[in-house]
């Protein structure tokens, strides 16, 4: 009986593991995550392999009329980098920001450190996304990770958002309700990707 029981929780933690799937960000639309809700997805999202226990992320909440202002400031600065770059691509990043109900700026925070190397903590910072997918989904929301040049784009990232120089966006994580069925895409097939080493 205890034995079947724990099958069964197996079971269904691999399951949600293996049915993770991004939901475009276009078809995420109200209702997202309460506080609480957010809350209890974040603590998922900090339960990272953490090398030192350098905590090198925060996150930045973009929800309400902040995501209007959010995308005015990614429009101006896109203007100012592409001046040529057409409706269709304006109306993109403009809904990127302002369809889903929540999106959540992932920072890594890269401050010098002698003992810990920075890719380690970037690598850290990238989990965090990772397990913040897992913990929408289960959740029951829709989620998608996205970079484009917002994550690059230094004016942008300290001026707009107000990272230090020291940090970089490692991704925004748009969250909410999917209107469609998410689209399933071919997965690896993880015995190819699998050798033995060999002294
Ligand atoms: C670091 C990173 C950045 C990404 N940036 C974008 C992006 O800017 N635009 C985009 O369409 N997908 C982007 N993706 C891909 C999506 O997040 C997602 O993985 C993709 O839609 C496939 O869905 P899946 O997560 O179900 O495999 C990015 C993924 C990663 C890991």
Redesign the pocket.
């Known amino acids: 009986m205890a034995t079947s029981r724990k099958h069964a929780a197996t079971m269904l933690t691999l399951q949600a593991l293996d049915s993770r799937?991004?939901v475009?960000t276009r078809q995420l639309t109200s209702p997202g995550p309460d506080e609480a809700t957010l809350l209890r997805m974040l603590r998922t999202a900090v339960r990272v392999p953490d090398h030192g226990k350098r905590v090198p992320f925060r996150f930045l909440r973009i929800a309400g009329t902040a995501r209007a202002a959010l995308a005015d400031a990614a429009l101006a600065r896109l203007r100012q980098r592409e001046p040529d770059a057409g409706a269709a691509v304006e109306e993109k990043l403009r809904t990127r920001f302002t369809l889903p109900p929540l999106t959540l700026a992932v920072i890594a925070r890269l401050e010098p450190d002698t003992k810990i190397p920075e890719a380690e903590r970037r690598a850290s910072a990238a989990c965090v996304c990772l397990l913040l997918l897992q913990a929408a989904q289960a959740e029951g929301f829709g989620a998608?990770?996205?970079?484009?040049w917002p994550a690059y784009d230094r004016p942008f990232l300290e001026g707009t958002l107000g990272l230090a120089p020291d940090e970089e966006l490692v991704?925004t994580v748009a969250i909410g309700t999917p209107q469609l069925a998410a689209p399933e895409?071919e997965r690896p097939d993880p015995a190819a990707l699998l050798a033995d080493w060999h002294p």
């Open positions: 799937r991004s475009p998608q990770w996205l970079t484009g991704g895409r």
